[in-house]
């Protein structure tokens, strides 16, 4: 048995925010089910933002009513603020994410608010999660590049990275949001957030746009980082991030870490037929 690396599923909710077509809630609910069956123990289900913003995901609480849950597995949910951290509770989401960013101009375009505004927004989230006793885990995007300000200091990210692990986040998932980080930059960005937060609380989200995405998991892994943030199939992206779109697939992810005498505890099998669904549910409302 080789080391325990976490792949932390996002297809379900950052593979299909950005659909425009509508998909069925059924579909999602069985998406989310076939994934259950793969092996995986942290899955993003849905988020509980406004309608709005993010019309695709506007069934989040139908959703998280209508899975199967298996034991052993955390069904999660992203949320911005105190309206949706309270949907996400009477959902009965085992925990939740927070997301803040390391450049100001993508948290305005993000959450409408600059990043110290959002750090603030997040501390009666996370004093009523602990109240509720619900683990917080925190985002942290544009890690190394914004799409609108360009290069992003390390330093800067490490600062944002520190603020939500302080804050009492369980983990910090750091996000190369438009997929542009090379593996030289991140490396710098890694070195300095190791500096206030240990690997043990990291998580790596990298977006496959100029296909880095499996080399930085390496690096990252160099580094004792053991969780990663991967969408079945390879779908979506940010709404806010152009250029954005395709995270890292699952099941590439998977097959990695198996190359590397990684143990993941998935069955390869069933998280391609998840893979194939999700790539469906896309296809079908093309």
């Keep these: 048995?080789?080391?325990?690396?976490?792949l932390f599923e996002m297809g379900p909710r950052d593979g299909l925010q950005n659909e425009a077509a509508p998909i069925a809630t059924a579909d999602k609910i069985a998406l989310v089910n076939?994934?259950?069956?793969?092996?995986?123990?942290?899955?993003?289900?849905?988020?509980?933002?406004?309608?709005?913003?993010?019309?695709?995901?506007?069934d989040a609480a139908q959703v998280m009513a209508g899975l199967t849950r298996v034991p052993g597995i955390s069904y999660t949910a992203l949320t911005p603020n105190m309206k949706g951290f309270e949907a996400?509770?009477?959902?009965?989401?085992?925990?939740?994410?927070?997301?803040?960013?390391?450049?100001?101009?993508?948290?305005?375009?993000n959450i409408n608010c600059s990043i110290e505004d959002s750090l603030a927004r997040f501390i009666p989230m996370m004093a009523?999660?602990?109240?509720?006793?619900?683990?917080?885990?925190?985002?942290?995007?544009?890690?190394?590049?914004?799409?609108?300000?360009?290069?992003?200091?390390?330093?800067r990210t490490a600062w944002v990275a520190q603020a939500l692990f302080d804050?009492?986040?369980?983990e910090i998932s750091l996000g190369d949001t438009i997929g542009q980080a090379t593996p030289e930059r991140l490396d710098k960005t890694l070195q300095a957030v190791l500096d206030s937060v240990p690997a043990s609380a990291l998580a790596g989200h990298y977006?496959?746009?100029?296909?880095?995405?499996?080399?930085?998991?390496?690096?990252?892994?160099?580094?004792?980082i053991r969780v990663?943030?991967?969408?079945?199939?390879?779908?979506?992206?940010?709404?806010?991030a152009p250029g954005a779109k395709g995270n890292v697939a699952t099941e590439a992810v998977a097959a990695l870490m198996q190359s590397q005498g990684f143990e993941?505890?998935?069955?390869?099998?069933?998280?391609?037929?998840?893979?194939?669904?999700?790539?469906?549910?896309?296809?079908?409302?093309?």
Excluded at 1 to 6: K, L, Q, S
Excluded at 228 to 240: E, I, K, R, S, T
Excluded at 272 to 286: C, D, P, S
């Design 264 to 286: 993941t505890g998935l069955d390869l099998i069933k998280l391609e037929k998840a893979a194939q669904m999700a790539k469906g549910l896309v296809h079908e409302t093309a």
């Design 88 to 109: 996400a509770k009477n959902a009965l989401a085992d925990e939740i994410a927070i997301f803040g960013a390391a450049s100001n101009a993508f948290s305005k375009a």
């Design 228 to 240: 990663f943030d991967a969408a079945v199939g390879g779908l979506g992206g940010c709404p806010y």
């Design 34 to 58: 076939a994934l259950s069956e793969s092996g995986l123990s942290k899955i993003e289900v849905t988020s509980f933002v406004s309608a709005k913003w993010v019309p695709q995901l506007s």
């Design 207 to 224: 977006h496959d746009t100029n296909q880095r995405a499996l080399e930085n998991i390496s690096l990252s892994l160099g580094h004792g």
């Design 128 to 155: 009523a999660a602990k109240a509720a006793r619900i683990p917080v885990r925190g985002y942290v995007s544009c890690i190394t590049d914004c799409p609108y300000e360009g290069a992003v200091s390390p330093q």
């Design 1 to 6: 048995m080789g080391e325990r690396v976490t």
């Design 167 to 170: 804050m009492g986040c369980y």
